[in-house]
């Protein structure tokens, strides 16, 4: 380049001839004439198109496979490799690998997507859930989280849950609702099977019920992105991206489920204070525009569950997604509602609440609740040592020393007076039943309507009252009836210690 302007500077502002520039400088009078027509190098252009004689003919080929290729899934694509083998092998080519593999290079850029930038209206949002690791109760897991971006401020809401469910979808809506204080007037999802049941022919969307209730509630208006096209929501797909690695980094430890979303929570409100390239304003300061585009949250709040309606089997038991949970056996063979929550089963039948279990994320898994099947268990007393349900029922000590006394004072009645016992904590609490179940056994009334009996005592505060009587099998306390001849006794036994402490005093 230095050469090149002393080049022109000497023809131009000296005045000296082509010629002798050329000759001084070893060059060509042609090349310091095009020197003198651009103020720096051009560089190389091609006049016309390069030729391609043995290419040429199957350039429509490639064309078409290329083509083909947007219809199949990434990682099933043509290489520059696999179509110069299969030019070979079906066409009979016979030129090199390389000018097929610049002209597939060439032609993947041409078809490579455009995009245009876009502006964003307040008060809209986008939606997507990621994945990422976590440690929860000690445990490895991978989580499911739900991230709501505000395009217009950069504001967020981010939250984990153990799968991608409809629960989880809903649950993340709410709590995010309530994160903004208002509902979006428009967001964008993907097609989510959380969301849409299918795609029908003209592009529009059969909606999954679930989210027809949501909408409903909440009045919000929904916007689909192109099928397998994540560009279409481009925020929420870096959101995605930008919680991984900022929220989640390095892996979270933490006690539960409540204490890692917390933390998410807090994260998403501290980022509020920053401020991002290309903007005078904070994500806050910006998110007053769309605060105040918003829709107003509804008085009530939208319940977020999955409902289903279940029989329950001969085992008193109600299957939801694989796994089995218990209700009471006076619910055998009846149609019950069941509620799906991220962390918790409820199960209804009527109008009332007949069981409430923890959430299984398992396969196959069995959820007891051994009171739930006590009362069949009083009947049928001979399953109690097999019965599934009480196997890991953690109970105090004194239940098994109750236990034992009874059957060996009752024989086979024993099992079931000590079912009658369990039963006691249908209506009360461990803590209340513990202590009456000790007293009993200091007292040695070991029976059912002692321990009742005790039980009730101690909760009303009254003095309890045992009438033996009415219990034949327990051990009847003997009492003699005392008689005067008795007093005299210790009359006379007191009067022979007073005589020998007297001896005792004069005694040298």
């Known amino acids: 380049m230095e050469i090149y302007g002393r080049i022109r500077r000497a023809v ?7 010629r002798s520039v050329a000759r001084e400088f070893g060059l060509a009078r ?3 004439r095009k020197m003198l027509g651009y103020s720096i190098p051009p560089g190389y252009r091609r006049k016309e198109p390069p030729k391609r004689p043995k290419l040429g003919p199957w350039v429509g080929v490639i064309d078409a496979i290329l083509e083909e290729d947007k219809t199949k899934p990434a990682k099933q694509r043509h290489t520059a490799r696999r179509i110069f083998e299969r030019l070979r092998a079906e066409h009979g080519f016979s030129g090199g690998y ?3 593999k610049d002209y597939v290079r060439a032609a993947t850029l041409r078809s490579r997507e455009m995009f245009i930038p876009l ?7 986008q939606a997507d859930f990621g994945e990422a690791l976590v440690i929860v109760g000690g445990e490895e897991r991978k989580a499911r989280y739900f991230a709501i971006d505000l395009p217009h401020s950069d504001d967020c809401f981010v939250m984990a849950f153990p799968a991608e469910t409809t629960e989880a979808f809903l649950e993340g809506h709410i709590r995010a609702f309530a994160h903004f204080g208002g509902v979006p007037s428009s967001i964008l999802y993907d097609n989510t099977k959380l969301a849409v049941v299918r795609i029908l022919g003209d592009g529009t969307r059969q909606k999954t019920r679930a989210f027809s209730e949501l909408q409903s509630h909440y009045l919000f208006a929904e916007k689909f992105g192109r099928p397998a096209k994540g560009n279409d ?3 929420v797909e870096g959101l995605v991206g930008y919680a991984r690695r900022n929220f989640l980094v390095p892996v ?3 006690a539960s489920w409540e204490e890692l979303n917390q933390g998410l929570l807090n994260a998403c409100r501290e980022r509020r204070a920053r401020r991002l390239r290309g903007h005078q304003e904070t994500i806050g300061e910006r998110f007053e525009r769309d605060r105040a585009a918003l829709l107003p949250l509804p008085a009530s709040e939208y319940e977020a569950c999955e409902k289903r309606v279940m029989r329950v089997s001969s085992m008193s038991l109600v299957r939801y997604r694989t796994n089995d949970y218990s209700v009471p056996t006076e619910y055998g063979y009846r ?3 069941v509620k799906g929550y991220v962390h918790e089963v409820v199960i209804v039948c009527g109008s009332q609440v007949i069981a409430r279990h923890r959430r299984s994320y398992q396969r196959e898994d069995l959820v007891f609740d051994p009171l739930h099947y006590l009362a069949l268990l009083e009947q049928k007393a001979r399953a109690l040592d097999q019965a599934a349900p009480l196997v890991g029922w953690e109970l105090p000590e004194c239940f098994d020393r109750l236990r034992r006394l009874l059957e060996a004072r009752l024989n086979k009645g024993g099992k079931r ?3 009658q016992v369990l039963r006691l904590l249908e209506t009360f609490s461990i803590r209340e039943v513990e202590p009456a179940i000790l007293d009993a056994l200091h007292l040695g009334t070991i029976s059912f309507e002692a321990v009742k009996h005790l039980l009730l005592c101690r909760i009303e505060r009254r003095p309890p009252r045992l009438d033996l009587e009415n219990y034949p099998h327990l051990p009847l306390a003997e009492v003699q009836t005392t008689q005067a001849a008795d007093y005299m006794t210790l009359l006379s036994a007191q009067t022979i210690v007073s005589s020998e402490t007297s001896v005792g005093e004069v005694t040298p």
């Open 12 to 18: 131009l502002v000296e005045g000296r001839s082509q």
């Open 30 to 32: 042609t090349t310091v």
């Open 98 to 100: 390389t000018i097929v």
């Open 119 to 125: 502006v964003h209206a307040p008060g809209t949002a």
């Open 233 to 235: 929501k481009g925020k």
């Open 252 to 254: 979270p430890r933490v």
């Open 335 to 337: 149609d019950v509602l």
């Open 417 to 419: 007076e000590y079912v």
